[in-house]
């Protein structure tokens, strides 16, 4: 490649993070009409934990995925409200057409005398050019496998050091 292919590639990729991101700075003012693409691709991978621990959020299933916007905006209304009041967003990574949002989700206790949960939750939103999602996906992740890989990783740095 060239130079200037590698500039205008660069120059692509700037662009279109700034459009995400003014997306995202935008998000509460948007439907979902004007959010989702025709054919967006909708997954929430709550697993086992996330049926058990968060509440209504979780009631919607641990694994599911759905095509279409009109599926996905049925799905994101089931959803949405708990979403939004138990969502508290700390790191957004924009890369071109791709942003994820890692959190931690609060649910709402079921009884007040429950403990409150905090879950780690990340949302990955491919945007077109278009600037419509066309594919999303709500995860409550398990940090453990992050934590080991990282401990493991320090562990065999410190082994070389030594």
């Known amino acids: 490649m060239t130079d200037v292919t590698h500039r205008m590639e660069a120059e692509d990729l700037a662009d ?21 693409a025709d054919n967006v691709v909708l997954s929430l991978r709550l697993g086992a934990a996330g049926m058990n621990q968060a509440g209504s959020f979780g009631a919607v299933g641990g694994n599911v995925q759905v095509t279409g916007r009109d599926e996905a905006k049925r799905l994101l209304h089931d959803i949405y409200g708990d979403l939004r009041s138990g969502l508290s967003v700390t790191t957004e990574i924009v890369s071109g057409y791709d942003a994820a949002l890692l959190g931690t989700f609060v649910p709402r206790p079921m009884n007040e005398n429950a403990e409150a949960l905090f879950l780690p939750v990340v949302l990955y939103m491919a945007f077109g050019e278009d600037g419509k999602i066309e594919q999303m996906t709500i995860a409550l ?14 562990r065999g740095s410190a082994a070389e050091a030594g």
Request: no cysteine; proline share 3%; net charge negative.
């Open 141 to 154: 992740a398990d940090l453990n496998p992050l934590i080991e890989a990282v401990r493991a990783a320090a």
């Open 16 to 36: 279109a993070r700034e459009m995400v991101q003014m997306i995202l700075r935008d998000w509460e003012w948007l439907t979902w009409n004007e959010l989702l």
